[in-house]
């Protein structure tokens, strides 16, 4: 059912939507970085050269192993400038959420 809708960010558990979720993910995600300061990165490009449209990548970590990414939209871009601007993100490490997760743990 969930398919069917064109706006899928609308839909709510009862107290926030998807569109809450993400904007509050993002912006502890940043606050994140601003505070860890150090390997914080930004990039237009993933590795590979391509970019959903209309988004960047915010990470922090380079090598692998280590890396904690997320895209967020374009829109937040000079949000972060504090982060060092990179042509392409690096190499990916091939993390999952679940790998974001278990390293935010270790911050």
């Keep these: 059912m969930i398919e069917e809708f064109v706006n ?15 904007e509050h993910r ?7 970085c601003r505070k860890v300061k150090e390997n914080v990165w930004r990039s237009k490009l993933q590795s590979d050269g ?29 949000e972060v ?4 601007t990179l042509e392409k993100a690096p190499e990916f490490d091939g993390h999952t959420s679940n790998d974001n997760i278990e390293r935010l743990k270790r911050i």
Excluded at 8 to 22: A, C, N, V
């Design 8 to 22: 899928k960010g609308i839909i709510s558990d009862g107290w926030h939507t998807f569109d809450e979720l993400y």
């Design 81 to 84: 400038n504090f982060a060092e």
């Design 26 to 32: 993002a912006e502890l995600f940043i606050a994140l």
């Design 50 to 78: 391509i970019m959903f449209e209309n988004m960047f990548l915010l990470g922090v970590g380079k090598n692998k192993g280590e890396q904690i990414t997320y895209h967020l939209p374009l829109s937040k871009w000079e």
